[in-house]
């Protein structure tokens, strides 16, 4: 089975505000491929808050030269599309980002299956005190670099493999691309 881990770091509050992308792709539990984007925000919320920055260590002038979310959507998007389930934790706030910026550039349809490891977790792992995606990779003893985009996705591939997945929490994920 082919799992796809994903995460958004973003700049700001803006919906579709997405400054870092982590993708790690999962073959039978192997990792198989990763890549990670460094993204300029559309020009609307072209400006880094100092608290993400403090979070992620990501900077305005980090992103000068990036390019642009429609620049690297081909492959993320074929990515996203071979993979039999995209794992992402807390998966409500990276897909609100996702559909925000699909939106905002005005990109096509894409739908995909989905399983967002913080539900996977709090239903595999109840006694956990926080469900924190840091919190659960200790509890399956995972090390990673918490708020790396990159380590971020491997971290939620590995808790779906460690926890073994819950089809009835699998969901589905989809963008129609909406014309005025």
């Given amino acids: ?14 919906s579709g505000s ?7 792709e999962t073959e039978d539990g192997i990792l198989t491929e990763k890549r990670e984007w460094l993204i300029r925000p559309h020009k609307s919320m072209d400006y880094m808050n100092s608290h ?4 992620h260590g990501i900077g305005y002038y980090d992103l000068r030269e990036c390019p642009e979310f429609p620049e690297v959507w081909p492959v993320l998007r ?9 794992t992402i934790h807390n998966a409500r706030f990276d897909l609100h980002h996702l559909k925000a910026v699909l939106m905002l550039y005005q990109m096509p349809r894409i739908s995909f299956q989905y399983l967002c490891t913080l539900e996977l977790s709090r239903k595999k792992l ?3 005190a926080s469900h924190s995606l840091d919190a659960v990779a200790t509890a399956i003893h995972f090390p990673f670099q ?3 985009a990159l380590e971020d996705a491997i971290a939620c591939v590995r808790i779906a493999n460690s926890l073994e997945m819950d089809q009835k929490l ?10 005025e």
């Fill in 1 to 14: 089975m082919r799992i796809t881990g994903l995460d958004f770091e973003t700049a700001n509050w803006c």
């Fill in 18 to 24: 997405i400054c870092s992308i982590g993708v790690a």
């Fill in 52 to 55: 993400f920055t403090a979070i």
């Fill in 78 to 86: 074929d990515l996203l599309l071979r993979s039999d389930c995209v």
């Fill in 126 to 128: 109840p006694a956990l």
């Fill in 146 to 148: 918490h708020h790396d």
């Fill in 170 to 179: 699998i969901h589905q994920f989809d963008f129609f691309e909406t014309k």
